[in-house]
């Protein structure tokens, strides 16, 4: 396998990266030049992670040497979505047990042995997952020393809103486990890594940054299920991109989850694709609907209606934070499909077909190039 690195990697950010290839039982040649470096990876790599490595902020790029449909590597290639069992997990924590945490909660509960504790703002929720199965007691935030505090959970998974997720962390920072893995579920990142980053290195706990790609049209935990995250993408956001240690914990520790893939990354280019890839499909989709014309659509409309619309029934509480929060990436790509937008609008009144034409061909030919057909 061959990792080509990005020219700014410094040379302990490189030491760490080996380091753990090695560990793995690999050998490493780097070979550095004046316009690339190169980490050559020796061993057998059909078990490693490609995608993982490849999306770690100082690798440019990843090619396996390697044919990844030998036989033999297709039984290692299964074991890539982390071990549960070689993370010593006993007891999880979930806080807030709405459709995130809830979902979080069953999955533990049904895929592994570990104790399942929950806190919840709304006590009646928490007693009822706990009915439900998908809890073994209730999470207590102060250290009662029972067995079913904070400072006996080894992962602690936070699913609240965006500031109150900053709160928590900070309110019972010196309840946490020493040496626990935090993980939060908000939707933005700057924030919340730099605020909580110092204070879990302030009390020995570590905590990493986290968003699950996965969601349903409505919330609460009545909508939670075991399987919501299967084949998602996990983003997280450790402090430091290139511990491979620590992906590979939080790897076995989210493996009962069954994500489709764990993507590491920075909390500003998190923020900035989320604006993209999920902020503006919320507005666009809230704006679509407020046409006159949606209230007529009953018996004209199919698919394309139906995509367009999914998302512009939204929680505006929840909504309103995040899109206020990252309101400097949300605005340029607000800008920016404004003034295609305007292209369109531009050809139709001009009555300029081929410039018509070409546009939308433009749009054709870049979803191709980024998506295929």
């Not at 992670?49 to 770690?56: A, M």
């Not at 505090?149 to 709160?167: E, H, M, R």
């Not at 919340?192 to 204070?199: A, L, N, S, Y």
């Amino acid at each position: 396998m061959i990792a080509i690195l990005e020219n700014n990697a410094t040379d302990d950010q490189i030491e760490k990266l080996t380091d753990w290839f090695e560990e793995q039982g690999f050998k490493c040649q780097l070979s550095r030049g004046e316009f690339q470096t190169i980490l050559g990876i020796i061993g057998d790599t059909s078990r490693l992670d490609t995608e993982l490595i490849g999306s770690l902020d100082i690798v440019k790029s990843v090619t396996r040497i390697t044919d990844p449909k030998r036989k033999d590597n297709q039984k290692s290639l299964r074991s890539k979505d982390g071990d549960f069992h070689r993370s010593g997990i006993k007891t999880v924590g979930i806080i807030g047990l709405g459709l995130i945490g809830g979902s979080f909660a069953k999955a533990f509960k049904e895929n592994t042995s570990a104790r399942v504790l929950g806190y919840n703002r709304t006590t009646a929720t928490t007693h009822f997952a706990i009915m439900d199965g998908a809890l073994d007691g209730e999470l207590s935030l102060d250290d009662k020393q029972d067995g079913n505090s904070l400072s006996d959970c080894d992962l602690v998974i936070i699913s609240l809103y965006n500031q109150a997720i900053i709160d928590f962390v900070k309110d019972n920072a010196k309840n946490f486990k020493k040496g626990s893995l935090v993980i939060d579920a908000g939707g933005l990142k700057r924030r919340i890594c730099r605020e909580c980053f110092p204070v879990a290195s302030e009390n020995d706990f570590i905590f990493v940054g986290g968003h699950p790609m996965a969601g349903k049209k409505f919330s609460g935990y009545k909508y939670s299920t075991s399987k919501l995250f299967k084949d998602s993408s996990m983003i997280v956001v450790p402090d430091e991109s290139y511990d491979m240690f620590l992906i590979e914990r939080i790897k076995d520790a989210l493996a009962p989850c069954n994500f489709g893939r764990i993507t590491v990354t920075s909390a500003d280019k998190h923020d900035q694709m989320i604006a993209f890839t999920s902020e503006m499909a919320h507005i666009v989709s809230n704006a679509y609907i407020k046409s006159p014309t949606a209230r007529e659509h009953l018996g004209f409309s199919a698919g394309s209606y139906k995509d367009m619309t999914r998302v512009a029934w939204l929680n505006e509480d929840m909504w309103t934070e995040i899109f206020m929060e990252n309101k400097d990436n949300l605005i340029y790509e607000l800008d920016t499909i404004i003034k295609y937008l305007g292209e369109y609008k531009t050809a139709l009144e001009t009555d300029d077909p081929a410039f018509l034409h070409d546009i939308l061909r433009d749009g054709k030919l870049a979803k191709e190039e980024v998506d295929g057909i």
